[in-house]
Protein backbone atom coordinates (compact mmCIF):
# COMPACT_ATOMS: atom_id res chain seq x y z
CA UNK A 1 0.00 0.00 0.00
CA UNK A 2 2.82 2.28 0.35
CA UNK A 3 4.38 1.81 -2.88
CA UNK A 4 0.52 2.21 -4.07
CA UNK A 5 0.60 5.98 -2.46
CA UNK A 6 3.80 6.59 -3.57
CA UNK A 7 2.29 6.05 -7.18
CA UNK A 8 3.74 2.77 -8.24
CA UNK A 9 1.37 1.61 -11.17
CA UNK A 10 2.71 -1.75 -10.74
CA UNK A 11 1.84 -2.04 -7.21
CA UNK A 12 -2.03 -0.87 -8.01
CA UNK A 13 -1.84 -3.57 -10.94
CA UNK A 14 -0.56 -6.11 -8.14
CA UNK A 15 -3.50 -4.51 -5.57
CA UNK A 16 -6.31 -4.42 -8.29
CA UNK A 17 -5.85 -8.28 -9.20
CA UNK A 18 -5.84 -9.28 -5.82
CA UNK A 19 -8.73 -6.86 -4.73
CA UNK A 20 -11.13 -6.40 -7.83
CA UNK A 21 -13.11 -10.06 -7.43
CA UNK A 22 -13.70 -9.35 -3.51
CA UNK A 23 -14.90 -5.59 -4.29
CA UNK A 24 -16.73 -6.77 -6.94
CA UNK A 25 -18.49 -9.81 -5.41
CA UNK A 26 -19.27 -7.64 -1.79
CA UNK A 27 -20.84 -4.56 -4.24
CA UNK A 28 -23.04 -7.24 -6.55
CA UNK A 29 -24.34 -8.45 -3.18
CA UNK A 30 -25.60 -5.11 -2.09
CA UNK A 31 -26.34 -3.16 -5.09
CA UNK A 32 -27.66 -6.44 -6.93
CA UNK A 33 -27.59 -4.89 -10.51
CA UNK A 34 -24.67 -6.53 -12.74
CA UNK A 35 -23.86 -3.01 -14.64
CA UNK A 36 -24.49 -0.81 -11.66
CA UNK A 37 -21.63 -3.43 -9.95
CA UNK A 38 -19.15 -2.92 -12.15
CA UNK A 39 -19.31 1.01 -12.11
CA UNK A 40 -18.94 0.73 -8.00
CA UNK A 41 -16.74 -1.39 -8.15
CA UNK A 42 -14.22 0.64 -10.56
CA UNK A 43 -15.24 3.64 -8.19
CA UNK A 44 -14.10 1.70 -4.88
CA UNK A 45 -10.85 1.05 -7.00
CA UNK A 46 -10.29 4.81 -7.81
CA UNK A 47 -11.11 5.42 -4.35
CA UNK A 48 -8.70 2.77 -3.32
CA UNK A 49 -5.67 4.42 -5.69
CA UNK A 50 -6.47 8.11 -3.98
CA UNK A 51 -6.84 6.88 -0.95
CA UNK A 52 -3.81 4.79 -0.43
CA UNK A 53 -1.43 7.41 1.73
CA UNK A 54 -4.67 7.38 4.24
CA UNK A 55 -4.27 3.22 4.67
CA UNK A 56 -3.27 2.24 8.36
CA UNK A 57 -1.96 -1.19 9.24
CA UNK A 58 -2.67 -1.01 12.41
CA UNK A 59 -6.36 -0.85 11.46
CA UNK A 60 -6.73 -3.70 9.96
CA UNK A 61 -5.44 -5.34 6.70
CA UNK A 62 -5.94 -4.40 3.08
CA UNK A 63 -8.49 -6.90 2.23
CA UNK A 64 -10.92 -5.62 4.83
CA UNK A 65 -10.09 -1.74 4.08
CA UNK A 66 -10.75 -2.20 0.64
CA UNK A 67 -14.29 -4.63 1.74
CA UNK A 68 -15.48 -1.57 3.76
CA UNK A 69 -15.02 0.78 1.45
CA UNK A 70 -16.84 -1.39 -1.35
CA UNK A 71 -19.51 -1.98 1.32
CA UNK A 72 -20.07 1.50 2.24
CA UNK A 73 -19.72 2.99 -1.82
CA UNK A 74 -22.29 0.30 -2.65
CA UNK A 75 -24.66 0.97 -0.13
CA UNK A 76 -24.64 4.81 -0.80
CA UNK A 77 -25.19 3.36 -4.49
CA UNK A 78 -28.54 1.80 -3.34
CA UNK A 79 -29.55 4.63 -1.40
CA UNK A 80 -29.13 6.79 -3.71
CA UNK A 81 -30.72 4.85 -6.34
CA UNK A 82 -34.05 4.54 -3.79
CA UNK A 83 -34.44 8.37 -2.90
CA UNK A 84 -34.54 9.21 -6.98
CA UNK A 85 -37.22 6.50 -7.45
CA UNK A 86 -38.86 7.97 -4.20
CA UNK A 87 -38.64 11.57 -5.38
CA UNK A 88 -40.10 10.35 -8.67
CA UNK A 89 -43.22 8.50 -7.20
CA UNK A 90 -44.06 11.74 -5.10
CA UNK A 91 -43.43 14.11 -7.96
CA UNK A 92 -45.90 11.63 -10.26
CA UNK A 93 -48.75 11.33 -7.00
CA UNK A 94 -48.34 14.88 -7.32
CA UNK A 95 -49.21 15.50 -10.61
CA UNK A 96 -52.92 14.44 -10.67
CA UNK A 97 -53.60 17.64 -12.94
CA UNK A 98 -55.29 17.34 -16.58
CA UNK A 99 -53.93 18.28 -19.79
CA UNK A 100 -54.96 21.42 -20.95
CA UNK A 101 -57.21 20.79 -24.07
CA UNK A 102 -57.31 24.25 -26.06
CA UNK A 103 -60.39 23.08 -27.78
CA UNK A 104 -62.36 22.03 -24.98
CA UNK A 105 -61.28 25.84 -23.33
CA UNK A 106 -62.17 27.49 -26.56
CA UNK A 107 -65.69 25.78 -26.98
CA UNK A 108 -66.81 26.53 -23.26
CA UNK A 109 -65.39 29.96 -23.34
CA UNK A 110 -67.48 30.16 -26.52
CA UNK A 111 -70.87 29.13 -25.31
CA UNK A 112 -70.55 31.28 -22.38
CA UNK A 113 -70.01 34.20 -24.52
CA UNK A 114 -73.09 33.41 -25.89
CA UNK A 115 -74.91 32.36 -22.74
CA UNK A 116 -74.11 36.28 -21.71
CA UNK A 117 -75.18 37.67 -25.22
CA UNK A 118 -78.02 36.10 -24.47
CA UNK A 119 -78.98 36.80 -20.82
CA UNK A 120 -77.67 40.41 -22.11
CA UNK A 121 -80.87 40.74 -24.43
CA UNK A 122 -83.18 39.20 -21.64
CA UNK A 123 -81.88 42.70 -20.05
CA UNK A 124 -84.22 46.04 -20.12
CA UNK A 125 -82.60 48.45 -22.63
CA UNK A 126 -81.53 50.65 -20.06
CA UNK A 127 -80.10 48.13 -17.67
CA UNK A 128 -78.26 46.75 -20.73
CA UNK A 129 -76.52 49.73 -21.75
CA UNK A 130 -75.83 50.75 -18.14
CA UNK A 131 -74.47 47.56 -17.60
CA UNK A 132 -72.43 47.57 -20.91
CA UNK A 133 -70.52 50.87 -20.01
CA UNK A 134 -69.80 49.57 -17.06
CA UNK A 135 -68.41 46.04 -17.71
CA UNK A 136 -67.56 46.07 -21.17
CA UNK A 137 -66.43 50.15 -21.37
CA UNK A 138 -64.96 50.35 -18.07
CA UNK A 139 -66.68 53.08 -16.58
CA UNK A 140 -67.67 53.72 -13.07
CA UNK A 141 -70.81 54.39 -12.13
CA UNK A 142 -70.44 58.29 -11.85
CA UNK A 143 -69.01 57.72 -15.38
CA UNK A 144 -72.02 56.11 -16.31
CA UNK A 145 -74.31 58.78 -15.10
CA UNK A 146 -72.67 61.28 -16.74
CA UNK A 147 -72.53 59.76 -20.63
CA UNK A 148 -76.05 58.83 -20.12
CA UNK A 149 -77.34 62.47 -18.43
CA UNK A 150 -78.92 60.57 -15.87
CA UNK A 151 -78.91 60.73 -11.74
CA UNK A 152 -76.24 58.50 -10.04
CA UNK A 153 -78.65 56.75 -7.76
CA UNK A 154 -80.58 55.87 -10.76
CA UNK A 155 -77.89 54.22 -12.83
CA UNK A 156 -76.66 52.45 -9.65
CA UNK A 157 -80.45 50.81 -9.44
CA UNK A 158 -80.25 49.85 -13.54
CA UNK A 159 -77.02 48.24 -12.76
CA UNK A 160 -77.79 46.63 -9.20
CA UNK A 161 -81.07 44.91 -11.23
CA UNK A 162 -79.23 44.45 -14.40
CA UNK A 163 -76.82 42.73 -12.64
CA UNK A 164 -79.10 40.47 -10.61
CA UNK A 165 -81.20 39.15 -13.66
CA UNK A 166 -77.87 38.10 -15.36
CA UNK A 167 -76.89 36.07 -12.19
CA UNK A 168 -80.01 34.93 -12.40
CA UNK A 169 -79.84 33.85 -16.03
CA UNK A 170 -76.92 32.56 -15.79
CA UNK A 171 -77.87 30.40 -12.73
CA UNK A 172 -75.22 31.42 -10.49
CA UNK A 173 -75.71 31.04 -6.94
CA UNK A 174 -75.59 34.48 -4.75
Known amino acids: ?5 HGDKEAFSTLYDALAPLVFGI ?3 VVRDRAQSEEVAQEVM ?12 ESGNVRTWAATIAHR ?12 YDREQATAACDHSRPFDEVVEQVETRLESEQVRRCLRGLTELQRQAVTMAYYGGLTYREVAAALGTPLPTVKTRLRDGLIRLRDCMGVSA
Open 27 to 29: VLK
Open 73 to 84: RAVDRVRSAQAA
Open 46 to 57: IDLWRQAARYRP
Open 1 to 5: MQQVA
